[in-house]
């Protein structure tokens, strides 16, 4: 059997179509025809179909709320993921083994644990008798009520998120020779400017990568806002959960969900746009 026919790269291909196909397409397929369905609480779902679910949440300020909050914590973890990861990927691309092998590992160590058990330690560490608050009394600052706010969340997830952000930075220095940047320093050129020609262009599709991921694991997380958050404290993901099996509402629940979906889509297509025509300008 030949595989140079045209069709060769399809036939190779259909198992992870078909596998792509059956595990998002059509789940998000259904959970499309489901937001449409009209809602009783009496009788419960509907044979009958309506844009009142997506006109209730686009016009409520309870939802603009949601939304405006998950948008802006998603945006400060994604920006303190880039300040603290794209140094931390630096570093480990001018590391000499073993100490890259043991930087790597501390890098992922993270990812070996479940999220939900560490949002419990941070939980732990964030609460009136945790850690934190200890060392400030100790420190004569007084104690700090952190859990179940906005900045407990953006700390948590940016813990949890940080890998995400240093692998693929690391990954595209990897294609960054040294000797180029020695020979910038050898010619003259400034620390600032061999940072700012040389390595941050090679950077930028790694931290385009990384932002990416980041904002979007931040926007559409559940565990570490539902329990550090609190129940007052409402994030997308959580009112989803709480729309289906608090409320039972399905469908009201499937269309914030398909909302939230779109929202993510166009916020980081529109990113990724602008970075990469600030890349494909930096390389002139």
């Known amino acids: 059997m030949s595989f140079h026919k045209p069709s060769a790269p399809w036939l190779l291909s259909t198992p992870a179509l078909l596998i792509f196909v059956m595990m998002l397409l059509v789940p998000l397929g ?11 609480h009496a009788t419960g779902i509907k044979n009958e179909y309506s844009f009142e679910h997506y006109v209730h949440v686009l016009t409520d300020e309870y939802y ?14 994604t920006a303190i993921c880039l300040l603290i990861g794209a140094p ?7 590391m000499k083994s073993p100490w890259k092998s ?10 070996l644990v479940s999220v939900v058990v560490r949002a419990f330690g941070w939980s732990i560490l964030l609460g009136p008798q945790g850690l934190v608050n ?5 420190l004569g600052m007084g104690s700090f009520k952190i859990l179940y706010t906005e900045t407990a969340i953006i700390i948590a997830l940016v813990h949890i998120m940080m890998p995400f952000m240093v692998i693929p930075i690391w990954t595209s220095l990897q294609k960054l020779d040294p000797a180029v940047q020695d020979a910038a320093l050898s010619l003259s050129a400034s620390p600032f400017t061999t940072l700012r020609r ?17 904002f979007g694991l931040s926007a559409s997380s559940f565990a570490i806002p539902g329990l550090l958050g609190g129940r007052r404290l409402k994030m997308a993901a959580t009112i989803v ?3 289906y099996l608090h409320e039972l509402n399905w469908p009201l629940g499937a269309a914030i969900a398909i909302i939230l979906l779109v929202a993510n889509l166009v916020i980081m297509l529109s990113y990724n746009r602008v970075i990469e025509r600030r890349y494909r300008k930096a390389l002139g």
């Open 198 to 214: 040389v390595i941050f262009p090679q950077e930028l599709p790694g931290m385009l990568s990384g932002s990416l991921i980041v």
């Open 241 to 243: 959960y709480d729309e």
């Open 30 to 40: 259904l959970t499309f025809i489901l937001s449409f369905n009209a809602f009783d």
């Open 64 to 77: 603009y709320g949601i939304f405006w909050r998950t948008l802006w914590i998603s945006l400060v973890t």
């Open 134 to 138: 200890v060392m400030t009394n100790m």
């Open 102 to 111: 043991i930087f790597l590992l501390i890098i992922l160590a993270p990812l």
């Open 88 to 94: 931390q990927a630096y570093i480990l691309s001018r």
